[in-house]
């Protein structure tokens, strides 16, 4: 994601924003299923992810429209902004890693399996290979069945938290790195 020309970001897999709402600890803690609560934490990451790679991308622009001296200015935050993005990233790829160990107890919870499958592979592959039509066809079958996933879009607060608390870590790493008189990774 950090090379501006690979990062296009793509919609929510099958979902409609209308049909999402959160799934709180509370759902949780009085049985929600426990995939729904995993799609619910990974679409949050996931929408950290997409915005932190957004900042990156126009940072990365500033630094090559910028004159020298303050370049090296806007290179700190772009270098920042590219951690935190891969930050982000590995966070999204740890709740992945968590599907397999995550029970789904309700048809919802299999859809929403399913969604986290096809939602990570939909930056990466071609989607017209197979299985991935096929997939998306067991989804929308399964959608047409027991509804839509219901999952919301993260409160604005929420997404800001965790954008800052990745912000902090880069920023971390980035000092170090400096410190240390590493050569920064991007």
């Not at 099958?14 to 679409?43: N, Y």
């Not at 929308?140 to 912000?167: E, F, M, Q, T, Y």
Request: aromatic share 4%; proline share 5%.
């Amino acid at each position: 994601m950090a090379d501006s020309d690979n990062s296009t970001t793509l919609p929510s897999v099958t979902q409609e924003r209308g049909d999402r709402r959160d799934v709180s600890e509370a759902d949780l803690a009085a049985g929600a299923d426990p995939a729904l609560v995993l799609l619910a934490e990974w679409w949050r990451t996931q929408h950290v992810s997409r915005v932190l790679c957004r900042l990156q991308q126009r940072l990365e622009r500033r630094v090559l429209d910028a004159a020298y001296p303050k370049a090296m200015d806007e290179k700190v935050n772009y270098s920042i902004a590219y951690h935190a993005e891969i930050e982000a990233a590995t966070a999204a790829l740890a709740l992945q890693d968590r599907l397999l160990d995550t029970p789904a107890r309700s048809l919802p919870g299999i859809v929403a399996k399913l969604e986290m499958i096809v939602g990570a592979d939909r930056e990466i592959d071609d989607l017209t290979d197979f299985p991935w039509p096929h997939i998306a066809s067991v989804v929308r079958d399964l959608k047409a069945i027991v509804g839509s996933v219901p999952i919301d879009r993260p409160a604005k607060a929420v997404v800001r938290a965790d954008i800052s608390s990745h912000w902090r870590g880069a920023t971390k790493l980035v000092s170090a790195l400096e410190r240390d008189g590493v050569e920064r990774l991007c």
